[in-house]
């Protein structure tokens, strides 16, 4: 008897993987939580951990009110997904305890353990680094549009702006008492718009030395200027984190910056009650690409600038940092033009979360990684 050979080769069998859940949930990327009814949490995984700062030993089996603030809408978000027993989601939200700094994430709380669920599973995506990078672009070629208008207007303006304004003074020799009001008024419109040009001059410089700098140095310059000035009705709020390094950066640039934001902030907040919060954190793992290399900046360091101000218009969300968008009567428009042209110039980033009696203006920069750089350079992590 012949015992024919089977065409398919025998096959191995299949060797069961046991996979840990809690490993996959460990493995995630973004920070995920697990909570019950009474706001306990019963599992946090490791991206959770660095987002909150704070170990498994110090999380687990604590409410999660020791995380985020009480009136938090990751909390309404649980109760609607524990009532409904459906997933619920809700973009833009900013978390912010003085244990970490600023985060905007899109938040999802997922129901699990039965009907009734009994837990709900907590899901955080930070979105607003991304966003906030690509709107980075977007300033700075409105920054450049701004530059090439200036040098033009400079050249042609300027120059006929001083023979109208030396004709006028002429003039004014031999008017009519009655006419020297009609010239005077001719003269100061004239330095009105040669001051604005020279305002938007101010875009086409950006050459300049940078070093370390203690951002807390600049931001403490900022706060005694505007305490002694334009915010002496205003109480700020310090929240600092003593062990940042350095910024990457220029002292004077970087005062001008934050100047403008507190100015602006200290405009926005009410007569009674006024107050501005600057605040410092480190964040780990952002960065952004350089053009035309394989490199990338780091931006770990994010300083935040809050007002109890009524809010920013929704209609300018998009084109609050175009140059000649404000939302001030006499305003020019330039003045968050510049900042958002020289944080750029810096290699860092800016953005902003807005609703009634709470406007953030977020700042992230690179910090000293141990040389001095000259105008133009970034420091650049391949």
């Known amino acids: 008897m012949v015992t024919l050979a089977s065409s398919h080769p025998r096959r191995r069998p299949r060797r069961r993987v046991h996979v840990d859940p809690n490993g996959i949930l460990n493995a995630l990327p973004d920070p995920v939580l697990v909570v019950d009814g009474e706001g306990l949490v019963h599992f946090v995984n490791f991206e959770a951990q660095q987002f ?7 999380i687990i089996n604590r409410p999660l009110t020791e995380l985020l603030p009480p009136d938090s809408p990751v909390f309404s978000l649980i109760d609607q997904a524990f009532a409904q027993a459906s997933s619920r989601s809700e973009y833009g939200i900013t978390l912010e305890t003085p244990r970490f700094g600023p985060h905007q994430v899109k938040a999802t709380a ?8 009994r837990l709900v599973l907590v899901t955080l995506n930070e979105v607003s680094v991304a966003r906030r990078i690509d709107n980075q672009l977007t300033h700075r070629n409105a920054a450049r549009s701004v530059t090439a208008m200036a040098r033009m207007l400079a050249h042609e303006v300027k120059n006929p702006l001083s023979g109208i304004r030396g004709a006028a003074q002429l003039l004014e020799q031999t008017a009519a008492e009655g006419d020297h009001e009609l010239t005077r008024l001719i003269c100061d419109e004239a330095d009105r718009i040669v001051s604005l040009l020279e305002r938007m001059e101010v875009f086409s410089h950006n050459q300049f030395e940078r070093a370390p700098v203690n951002i807390h140095s600049v931001l403490d310059r900022v706060r005694r200027v505007a305490e002694n000035g334009f915010a ?3 109480r700020f ?18 005062v001008q910056v934050f100047l403008n934001l507190v100015k602006n902030a200290a405009e926005a907040v009410p007569a009674d009650n006024a107050e501005i ?11 952004m690409s350089v053009p035309g290399t394989a490199g990338r900046v780091n931006l770990p360091l994010v300083v935040s600038v809050r007002d109890n101000g009524e809010g920013i218009p929704e209609d300018l969300n998009d084109h609050l940092f175009d140059p000649f968008v404000t939302t001030k009567k006499d305003g020019s428009g330039l003045g968050l033009a510049l900042v958002a042209k020289i944080v750029g110039d810096h290699g860092g980033v800016i953005g902003f979360e807005s609703r009634p009696k709470r406007t953030v203006f977020n700042v992230q920069l690179p910090v000293y990684a141990g040389r001095s750089l000259g105008p133009g350079d970034l420091e650049v992590v391949e």
């Open 232 to 234: 002496s009705h205003v």
């Open 110 to 117: 997922a129901p699990m353990g039965g009907d009734p669920p």
């Open 237 to 254: 709020a310090i929240n600092f984190d003593p062990s940042l390094p350095p910024v990457l950066g220029n002292f004077d640039q970087l």
């Open 277 to 287: 919060a600057l605040s410092t954190a480190y964040q780990r793992g952002v960065s």
């Open 52 to 58: 909150f700062e704070a170990g498994e030993a110090t």
